[in-house]
């Protein structure tokens, strides 16, 4: 997992510090690699982002799943990219202890979610942070579910909705665990599948007692 976080630092990085590579890269969103911009090429394979073997099993849809991670990072609002590159920063601090990033978590506003979370939970908690009428509707748990009966080539369409969905809730995902999972998808899509509803719904039940407990406290 630790080279799938450094890409996506490096990603994030690179969106900082140069528009044009950041236009780039949101322009193969929700593409196959066959099909995008030569400058989306240019922006991931020429300062070396891209590090695994092409020879390697299964390359093809890892690299697929690299080129649409990057153009998801791209793709975030301008002050989701800024809140998530000051708490990077500030959790990379010495002397910032883990705690101290927990509980940030947990305070109300745009949350930024731990390493190792599945998509599933972020979207439990943006359900919880959007209107009663949301969670009764079931929208949110019907899109998951659309999402996980997906092939490969379904998924990667449907993920661009979702993240942006994500991000109007102001939940900031891991990407480096979408990554991970992405890259496993074709062969390995039901236990991703499962572990993503499974942490949807007892994230959901977690947030739902939480609020029970303290109605006065927005869900975070």
Same mark, same amino acid.
């Given at each position: 997992?630790?080279?799938?976080?450094?890409?996506?630092?490096?990603?994030?990085?690179?969106?900082?510090?140069?528009?044009?590579?950041?236009?780039?890269?949101?322009?193969?969103?929700?593409?196959?690699?066959? !099909?995008?911009?030569?400058?989306?090429?240019?922006?991931?394979?020429?300062?070396?982002?891209?590090? !695994?073997?092409?020879?390697?099993?299964?390359?093809?849809?890892?690299?697929?799943?690299?080129?649409?991670?990057?153009?998801?990072?791209?793709?975030?609002?301008?002050?989701?990219?800024?809140?998530?590159?000051?708490?990077?920063?500030?959790?990379?601090?010495?002397?910032?202890?883990?705690?101290?990033?927990? !509980?940030?978590?947990?305070?109300?506003?745009?949350?930024?979610?731990?390493?190792?979370?599945?998509?599933?939970?972020?979207?439990?908690?943006?359900?919880?942070?959007?209107?009663?009428?949301?969670?009764?509707?079931?929208?949110?748990?019907?899109?998951?579910?659309?999402?996980?009966?997906?092939?490969?080539?379904?998924?990667?369409?449907?993920?661009?909705?979702?993240?942006?969905?994500?991000?109007?809730?102001?939940?900031?995902?891991?990407?480096?665990?979408?990554?991970?999972?992405?890259?496993?998808?074709?062969?390995?899509?039901?236990?991703?599948?499962?572990?993503?509803?499974?942490?949807?719904?007892?994230?959901?039940?977690?947030?739902?007692?939480?609020? !029970?407990?303290?109605?006065?406290?927005?869900?975070?």
């Amino acid at each position: 997992m630790a080279r799938y976080g450094e890409f996506v630092d490096r990603v994030r990085k690179l969106c900082r510090e140069s528009p044009g590579a950041q236009s780039a890269l949101r322009a193969g969103l929700g593409k196959p690699v066959t !099909e995008v911009p030569a400058r989306v090429h240019a922006a991931l394979l020429r300062p070396g982002l891209i590090r !695994e073997d092409p020879t390697g099993r299964g390359y093809a849809d890892k690299e697929r799943a690299y080129y649409a991670v990057a153009a998801l990072i791209a793709d975030r609002p301008r002050a989701q990219r800024l809140f998530e590159d000051a708490a990077h920063a500030d959790a990379a601090e010495p002397g910032v202890r883990g705690d101290q990033v927990g !509980e940030e978590r947990d305070k109300p506003g745009t949350t930024l979610l731990l390493p190792g979370t599945s998509l599933g939970e972020s979207i439990a908690l943006a359900v919880r942070r959007r209107s009663p009428d949301e969670l009764k509707s079931g929208a949110a748990e019907s899109r998951l579910h659309l999402l996980v009966r997906q092939d490969l080539d379904g998924a990667h369409r449907m993920l661009p909705g979702v993240f942006r969905w994500l991000g109007s809730s102001s939940v900031i995902p891991d990407y480096a665990c979408l990554l991970y999972d992405l890259s496993r998808w074709r062969y390995g899509r039901d236990p991703v599948a499962t572990r993503w509803l499974q942490s949807f719904y007892r994230s959901l039940r977690r947030l739902e007692t939480a609020a !029970e407990r303290n109605p006065t406290v927005s869900p975070t």
